[in-house]
C-alpha cells in the first residue's frame, strides 16, 4: 500500500494565481482531511470529508475549496491564493472518527505565494 | 476549541540525556495522541492514550497521561539522534486538535 500520497512536493505562486493540491488514499477509508502547518502553529483543520459527496469546513476553510467525487481522492483548491496561505499542507485519512483511531498523513505540500 | 499546550517550544540535547515534554489543557480529554513528525515528512503517530493516569512505554519513550485527563508527557529515556523530530500532541473534540509541538534535537 502506498498510504496517503500527494503532489505536487513543492510549489511556488504568484499573488492571484489558482492550484489544486491532490491526494490519494489507497486504504479505503471514508474520513480525509486537509492541515496546513505553519512555524510555531501546530496543525490547523481546513476541510474534512466524512466520505464520497460529503465535505464540511475546519477551523480555516477562507480562500480554500475541497471535492470528494471518490473515496479515494480529496483535491485541495486554492483560488485566488495569497501571501497568507504560504504553509505547509498536509492530507491525512482515517477509517473512523474516534479519538482512539490513527490519522495517516500525506507527505506534505510546501507552498510559497509570491 | 480545547486548547492543547505543549512545553518547551524547543529542546536540544546530547545523545544519552534523558528528556520529558509536556501537554497541557484546561479540558478533559477523553483520549490523547502523540506523534512524530521528521523534517520533510507528515505526522506519524506514536501513541494513544485512553485512561486517566494510564503509562505506556514504547522502547525508550514513555506516555503517560494525567489522572485527571487534562494533561500528558512524553519522556525519552537515553535520547538518540534518531529521536529528532517535531513532538506533537492531539486530541479529539468533534475534530482532531493538535499543540504547537515541541522541537528536539539530539546531537551526536
Known amino acids: 500500500n502506498a498510504g496517503v500520497t500527494q503532489t505536487p512536493k513543492f510549489r511556488i505562486l504568484k499573488i492571484g494565481q489558482s492550484m489544486t493540491l491532490q491526494c490519494a488514499q489507497d486504504m479505503n477509508h471514508n474520513y480525509m482531511y486537509w492541515y496546513r502547518q505553519d512555524p510555531g502553529m501546530g496543525l490547523k483543520l481546513i476541510y474534512y470529508?466524512?466520505?464520497?459527496?460529503?465535505?464540511d469546513k475546519g477551523e480555516v476553510p477562507n480562500g480554500y475549496n475541497v471535492s470528494r467525487s471518490t473515496t479515494e481522492d480529496f483535491p485541495l483548491r486554492l483560488e485566488l491564493a495569497a501571501p497568507s496561505q504560504t504553509s505547509v499542507y498536509f492530507c491525512a485519512s482515517s477509517l473512523t472518527r474516534l479519538g482512539t483511531d490513527t490519522q495517516y498523513f500525506g507527505p506534505g505540500t510546501r507552498l510559497t505565494v509570491l | 476549541t480545547q486548547l492543547l499546550e505543549q512545553s518547551p517550544q524547543f529542546l536540544s540535547i546530547q545523545e544519552g540525556e534523558n528528556l520529558t515534554v509536556y501537554c497541557n489543557s484546561s479540558s478533559v480529554f477523553s483520549s490523547l495522541q502523540w506523534y512524530r513528525q521528521e523534517p520533510g515528512e507528515g505526522p506519524v503517530l506514536l501513541v494513544t492514550v485512553v485512561t486517566g493516569g494510564e503509562v505506556k512505554k514504547l522502547k525508550r519513550l514513555t506516555f503517560q497521561f494525567g489522572d485527571a485527563r487534562k494533561d500528558s508527557s512524553l519522556h525519552i529515556t537515553a535520547a538518540q539522534p534518531g529521536d529528532t523530530g517535531l513532538y506533537l500532541c492531539?486530541?479529539?473534540?468533534?475534530?482532531?486538535?493538535f499543540g504547537a509541538g515541541t522541537t528536539v534535537t539530539v546531537r551526536a
Open positions: 470529508s466524512v466520505g464520497a459527496g460529503i465535505t
Open positions: 492531539a486530541a479529539y473534540d468533534y475534530k482532531l486538535s
